[in-house]
């Protein structure tokens, strides 16, 4: 806080008002084309896995659904969060709560959390929602594409939450005038849960955790793979989301199931712009930006050596080149 | 306390469904036009983020904070979203002889109540 890291003001390129309000227009149309073949997809598979259970032709449905529930539900979340899918806030909010539900955050803390993760974006001791904190391992990393580090302390946080406490994170970032909230949410939450496992159990069989509860650890694989291009690797306590954020390349498919998150440098820069509107938000500021990283790959590339490197040395990170005629703000 | 109108901009600089920012001494404030052409004006600032309202988006009559997308209702102040909990002071404002005029010396509205 001393070093003026809190609540500052961070580098923005400068985007005539009349073509930023353009990027930041709202409309239903787009978002509802994209969540109902989100949904269609996740009906359809969870459809075939019913059908197919039993049988080896399950595996593959699962894996899809899972992947859809767990992993595709994460920037539905995140997007209807900073209620910019939608332009109507009630079908942001609806949408939010189920993919909430999904990737099993309390959608109250929740919401707290991550708008510190936009003001005080990877700056340690501030931002929760440091994905890698320095000097993690790749095998505990590993274990996080199927949620075993991160599902059950949400699970915790769940349970605390509903017997009316809070963990002292959530305590640092979420206002008291919120916790009521978050404790009856957290309470649908394990209703929902506890029902599903009551089910299971007095049917004597795991169909129905693979279809609630558990894609949220068996399809989270991709969660991680998306979501680990965003930060990882990169430099903290900076002011300048080039140098601590990536924009990655990537297919028209990864686009949709990651609701253009890859281009998350111009997400942080301006979070009033809708998903549908970043890749044109791209055009306008790309020679204010590093170079766009060619796909997964191309960012797997940096990411992984750069893991490896910090977990033995926590003081290295990868050092962005920026325009040489835009200097970083720290 | 009498009101004092301060010339903000001509009405043409400000197109509907916009914001501009005002400073006036360590003052700042955000002024309004709304697609009907009604203006408004509320503190510049958010009251979560002290991010300025001016660089945000006019939805209807709601202002959303470019930082943490909160939300505000232009004409009471009222937090209409989270992190926005606080509502924002809001003032008087008008056209004359084609300029913007906001009054400053106080805030118009009793703060709306917080949305928690």
Known sequence: MQRGLVSAEWYHPSIPRAQMKQFMTRSNGRAARDAALWLALLAGSGVLAHLTWGSWWSIPAFAAYGTLYGSASDSRWHECGHGTAFKTQRVNTVVYNLAAFMVLREPVSWRWSHARHHDDTIIVGRDAEIAVPRGTSLL????????????????????LNCVGAVTPEEREYMPKSEYHKAFWSARVFVMILVATIGWSVAIGSLEPLMFVGLPTFYGRWLLVVFGLTQHAGLAEDVLDHRLNTRTVRMSPVSRFLYSNMNYHIEHHMFPTVPYHALPALHEAVKADLPPVYQGLRGAYREILPALRRQAKDPTYFVQRELPHTRQATS | MSETWLDVCSADELEPDDVVRFDHGERTFAVYRTSESRYFATDGLCTHGRVHLSGGFVDGTIIECPKHNGRFDIITGAAKATPATVALGCYPARVV???????VTAAVTTPAPNIA
Not at chain 1, 144 to 151: D, K, P, V
Not at chain 2, 97 to 103: D, K, L, P, R
């Open chain 2, 97 to 103: 002889g084609g300029v913007v005029q906001i009054a």
């Open chain 1, 140 to 159: 505990t990393l590993s274990s996080e594409l199927f949620n075993l580090q991160s599902g059950p302390k949400e699970l915790r946080k769940l349970a």
